[in-house]
């Protein structure tokens, strides 16, 4: 079973930068597409950045130039770099593992929590 913990979120003013992690244990890193999704309240969860096994990024329209996605197959460990962070951004903030073989599963992790405010 994979098990994915995120780490990183708090309270940032408007402008700055947090670091989130994502931790993944149970599984073969090497074989799943890892992605961040956020959650506002009220709102659908939505795709914020994602990253292939091949290490190809995909970013939301909204986050494109601000956020960073990578992946370290050694800490089998996947990074969101969110800088220049406005109030929108404010959500929480899940991680995502998505097998690439038939049969493979679809893994969230807990949840971490931003907020951006002043």
């Known amino acids: 079973q994979v098990q994915l913990v995120e780490s990183g979120g708090g309270l940032v003013q408007p402008g700055g930068s947090l670091r989130l992690s994502c931790v993944v244990s149970?599984?073969?890193?090497?074989?799943?597409?890892m992605g961040w999704y956020r959650q506002a309240p009220g709102k659908q969860r939505d795709l914020v950045a994602s990253i292939t096994t091949e290490r190809i990024p995909n970013y939301a329209d909204s986050v494109k130039g601000r956020f960073t996605i990578s992946r370290d197959s050694a800490k089998k460990t996947v990074y969101l770099q969110m800088n220049s962070l406005k109030p929108e951004d404010t959500a929480v903030y899940y991680c995502?593992?998505?097998?690439?073989?038939?049969?493979?599963?679809?893994?969230w992790g807990q949840g971490t929590q931003v907020t951006v405010s002043s």
């Open positions: 149970g599984g073969i890193f090497s074989l799943h597409n």
């Open positions: 995502n593992a998505r097998a690439i073989f038939v049969g493979g599963g679809d893994y």
